[in-house]
């Protein structure tokens, strides 16, 4: 069985191959370039065809945005505490949380796995926008793009906290925050991008 998130020992240097099938291998990694800019781009699109072609007004697109940025941090907290850091009670669900996160905290300085490879990443948020629409309707073509710019902003957060050294401005709270998550506690300082909703559901450590 592979070890759990709790018995990794991180490295500081490395990389460790996860699927024997070499093209499983090479798409379980990408450069952070690759994702961030197809989400900036697909919601610039979205946010153009929102603008273009509904009905909303502009304080009502501006508002979904921000909104949909919001529900995003909400999403990555949720995500990362309920399913990255999931009970390890089976060996299925041991092999599952590794797979998906556990050898990111073992070589956390791994840059080609420090964000979702583009293929899973166009079915997620294809999935995504699906449900949105169904939801929302035309709303989601402004919640959608904040949304993506929220995600782009963790991946861009995500990737400068585990590729550089501690910043000499803004972002080193978040570095130091996200650093607490890997080499103190697992189980705190669950948001990447914001530490609001550690605050907010008891979950934050200095």
């Known amino acids: 069985m592979e070890q759990t998130i709790t018995k990794i020992k991180p490295k500081n240097s490395g990389t460790k191959t996860l699927f024997e ?19 900036l781009v697909t919601s610039t699109l979205f946010g153009w ?11 009502w697109i501006i508002f979904l945005f ?13 995500v990362h505490r309920g399913v990255f850091h999931m009970e390890t009670d089976t060996p299925t669900k041991a092999k ?7 050898i990111h905290h073992e070589y956390p300085k791994d ?21 949105m ?9 402004a919640f959608f793009p904040g949304f993506l710019v929220g995600y782009a902003g963790y991946l861009f ?14 972002f080193k709270k978040l570095w130091v925050n996200h650093a607490v998550h890997h ?16 605050y907010v559901f008891g979950t934050y450590m200095k």
């Not at 065809?49 to 304080?59: C, E, K, Q, V």
């Not at 629409?133 to 073509?141: D, I, K, Q, R």
């Open 111 to 131: 840059k080609t796995r420090l964000a979702m490879p583009p293929a899973a990443a166009i079915f997620v948020g294809g999935t995504l926008f699906v449900i």
């Open 96 to 102: 599952i949380q590794y797979t998906f996160h556990g």
């Open 66 to 78: 921000f909104a949909g940025m919001t529900v995003f941090s909400l999403v990555e907290y949720a």
């Open 157 to 170: 957060v995500h990737f400068i906290v585990h590729a550089y050294a501690p910043p000499k401005n803004f």
């Open 21 to 39: 099938n070499p093209i499983l291998e090479r798409l379980s990694r990408t450069h952070i370039s690759v994702p961030i800019t197809l989400y």
């Open 183 to 198: 080499y103190k506690s697992h189980d705190r300082n669950y948001g990447v991008s914001s530490p609001l909703w550690d």
């Open 133 to 141: 629409f169904l939801l929302m309707g035309e709303a989601s073509y």
């Open 49 to 59: 065809y929102a603008f273009t072609y509904t009905d909303m007004s502009t304080p």
